[in-house]
DNA sequence: TCTTGACCTAAAGTTAGGTTTAGGTTGTAC
DNA sequence: GTACAACCTAAACCTAACTTTAGGTCAAGA
């Protein structure tokens, strides 16, 4: 069992943060002393990291709140979690390509800089970067602007 | 020379959005026709085009928009720009890596979720399953975990 | 001439995801 | 018995990045 305190240091959340979550119902299966104090348990933990994976992924509290709902339901929703994570996953992966892209980009622009800032200028750069790119650039170049 | 209308489909973005970052300073060189009405040659669309890569790298509009001033200002602000770019790419390298940590959480639920539809329920699975994890699935959730 | 479509501005509104504030309770150490 | 830390709530506030609204200009075609 963890108080709220421990848990924000757990996860480097703030308390507030916490509370809000489960103001929002990420928490399904929170105890609560007879004070009001919250108790986390284990699954409360776990619930806590899959919380903060599923919004790395870029995923609303509210989509969030709805798989808790499903968990709460029991086994009849298997089907609906397990088609959220391959979507999940799915979604993961289109963003890991946008960012190689975003990546790419940025690689062209430290090549690019690069080259101006020996040179004391960019005026002749600006001209003609395309024919002074080196090739493992100009690859970056081509998939960035696609 | 490219209208709003033209560049909005151009890039997939509303108009208002396009409006907004003018005002934001984000288009140093705009011009204007005599009535008003924007006209966005190459160095915009360019310039649109860096936006796009910023934003997507997760940086703020007026971070930006101070980028835009540096590039306004000539040679002597190259280093700047340089060594921005730089700690974008390291930055994007950071995202990248949380994105692989996060994806390795889900192939483990997307595996968790397949075995308990398997066998229509989630309880048996729940008591044991890091006996019952596949060694590729136990290195994506040591990884996950950490 | 009148209507239509594409543009303009300023200002108000929206949304998600928290964060802060104000005021109150509880349990333990001195 | 009082001070202190750690917890609680409800409600107001905040921020970024748009989006919507209301009202207006302008050029071209019927």
Redesign the pocket.
């Known amino acids: 069992m963890y ?4 848990v ?1 240091k757990m996860f480097d ?11 929002e119902g990420l928490f399904r299966d929170l105890e ?7 108790k986390f348990n284990d699954q409360s933990i776990e619930a806590l990291r899959v919380i903060e994976c599923l ?1 790395k992924s870029g ?4 989509e969030i709140r709805e798989f808790m709902d499903w968990c709460a339901q029991g086994d009849s929703t298997l089907e609906k979690r397990k088609e959220m994570f391959y979507q999940q996953r799915k979604e993961i992966k289109r963003q890991m390509e946008e960012l190689q892209k975003t990546l790419d980009m940025v690689e062209y622009k430290c090549w690019y800089y690069d080259t101006a800032c020996e040179e004391g200028s960019e005026k002749d750069l600006k001209k003609d970067f395309e024919k002074r790119m080196p090739e493992a650039i100009r690859q970056c170049f081509e998939n960035a602007h696609r």
């Open positions: 108080s709220i305190g421990q924000s959340l703030p308390i507030p943060t916490l509370r809000y979550y489960d103001k609560r002393e007879p004070s009001g104090i919250r919004k995923m609303q509290i509210k």
